[in-house]
């Protein structure tokens, strides 16, 4: 675990860079806006760094010693990552950065929220409580959270920029009363033991480098008799790792979602029970056999398109919208509108859809692995 030295020295070093690459972007309310208003230079800088984190593997063989690597630098990887993804997030997706349940004709926002809706049900949330959401994005979740339910949440999250457009949307929807954001490491949770009353991450915990060691950091400072609720990423018991086709798909996830390491559900059961947590229940809900799967958005298929703001995703999905997609960026940024290593980035992400399309198609990953846990009274 990086000591409290190597924490602040990376703490200190991220708002160097965003005051250098993301400048006031960082404020703008637009993101397709603040995509285009990064420093050149650093963009390629932290485009480059991504990049050689991967380029040591082999696709399907043997990648121990790199994600060994990855896994020690798991805080520079994972902000590279963000640095560089946020924006095209927020233009291409929504402000929260998950994958979601849909019901027949359900739009993209409305099932984002309810898939909110339902972790913030079953963990209990209540007006009054004091809540900790690990690995907050920019905040749209922790948003709907509190209006949902009326309480108050506390976003930690490892990325500057992050934070700072999370502050702003908070402000903007006027619930900066009712929502903190704080930039810190999950790994060493910088609050006192017993602090909140529950604690619920979506899609986040696995970018730690070990499951285990990030819900100890959250039973530590949840209250005794308190409930912790997360939607996690691994790989399904289907996933067999002697199978080099298994391995390319699990490596293309990781690499396109800034993942150090991917666990698996049995590891992730294990580690929560590791940790000095009650297991309550376990499921994963993907495999409840939705007729509109979660990851159609991805698949560039137009059957569950419900708008045309949907239509244009998916038509930018399909391989004559990624090669448009992909010279329009390329233009973009050889006119100096666009920072050079976007169209890069795009394609990473890109490769990342394939991947999670192909890990779903085959049964052998699930994005919303949803533990519910309890932390013993006494």
Wanted: glycine content about 8%.
């Amino acid at each position: 675990m990086p000591s409290a030295a190597l924490l602040q020295e990376h703490v200190d070093r991220d708002a160097a860079l965003v005051k250098i690459m993301h400048g006031k972007s960082a404020q703008q309310g637009n993101a397709f806006m603040s995509m285009i208003s990064k420093d050149d230079q650093v963009h390629r800088m932290i485009t480059d760094e991504y990049v050689r984190r991967w380029d040591v593997n082999d696709g399907a063989g043997d990648d121990s010693e790199a994600r060994e690597k990855r896994k020690e630098q798991y805080m520079p990887l994972v902000n590279n990552y963000y640095d560089l993804a946020t924006d095209l997030y927020e233009e291409g997706w929504a402000q929260s950065f998950h994958f979601c349940r849909f019901a027949i004709g359900e739009p993209l926002l409305k099932a984002l929220a309810r898939h909110e809706h339902y972790l913030s049900h079953k963990v209990g949330l209540e007006e009054g409580m004091n809540v900790l959401d690990v690995g907050c994005g920019v905040g749209g979740p922790a948003r709907e959270i509190a209006t949902f339910s009326g309480c108050s949440v506390v976003g930690l999250n490892n990325n500057n920029y992050q934070i700072t457009r999370a502050k702003a949307y908070a402000e903007k929807a006027g619930l900066a009363d009712r929502i903190t954001f704080v930039q810190g490491d999950f790994m060493n949770i910088n609050f006192p033991e017993d602090t909140f009353d529950a604690v619920y991450s979506i899609e986040a915990t696995v970018h730690a480098p070990t499951l285990e060691g990030v819900y100890r950091q959250i039973f530590r400072v949840l209250k005794p008799g308190g409930t912790f609720g997360v939607y996690e990423w691994v790989m399904t018991d289907k996933y067999d790792d002697t199978d080099a086709r298994h391995r390319e798909i699990r490596l293309g996830i990781e690499r396109g979602d800034g993942i150090a390491n991917m666990p698996s559900r049995a590891e992730a059961v294990a580690a929560i029970k590791a940790a000095g947590f009650t297991l309550v229940e376990h499921e994963d809900l993907t495999a409840r056999g939705d007729r509109v799967p979660w990851y159609y958005p991805l698949s560039g298929e137009f059957r569950n398109v419900n708008n045309l703001w949907e239509l244009f995703g998916a038509l930018r999905l399909t391989k004559f919208g990624r090669t448009a997609m992909r010279t329009l960026l390329k233009i973009m940024e050889s006119v100096r509108l666009a920072p050079s290593g976007t169209a890069q980035t795009a394609d990473e992400l890109a490769g990342a859809a394939d991947n999670l399309v192909a890990g779903a198609r085959e049964g052998l990953f699930t994005p919303m692995y949803f533990m519910l846990a309890k932390k013993p009274s006494v």
